[in-house]
Nanobody, 113 residues
Framework: QVQLVESGGGLVRPGGSLRLSCRSS????????LAWYRQAPGKQREMVAT???????DYADFVKGRFTISRDNAENTLYLQMDSLQPEDTAVYYC???????WGQGTQVTVSS
């Protein structure tokens, strides 16, 4: 059974940083493309960043230069380093496997002064 468990969310002031983690089990982690998504209240889920099995990252325009996606295949873990956070980054952040129904339960990120 595939499991994805996010952690690292919380409350941070504008301009602050957080590092999200997504630990996986039940799959051959290193062969999959992975992604972070987010969903703000009243909005649709949107892609934040992806990383291929070959460690090639891609970012949504609204996070370029601020967020960094990475993966540790030895630890079956996906990361999202978030810097220069702004109130509009407030959302539930999910890790997932693009093209599948495999998602984590999400972790809340709130950016507020």
């Amino acid at each position: 059974q595939v499991q994805l468990v996010e952690s690292g969310g919380g409350l941070v002031r504008p301009g602050g940083s957080l590092r999200l983690s997504c630990r996986s089990s039940g799959l051959i982690f290193e062969i999959y493309n992975l992604a972070w998504y987010r969903q703000a209240p009243g909005k649709q889920r949107e892609m934040v960043a992806t990383i291929t099995a070959m460690h090639i990252p891609d970012y949504a325009d609204f996070v370029k230069g601020r967020f960094t996606i990475s993966r540790d295949n030895a630890e079956n873990t996906l990361y999202l380093q978030m810097d220069s956070l702004q109130p509009e980054d407030t959302a539930v952040y999910y890790c997932g496997l693009p093209g599948t129904d495999w998602w984590g339960q999400g972790t809340q990120v709130t950016v507020s002064s």
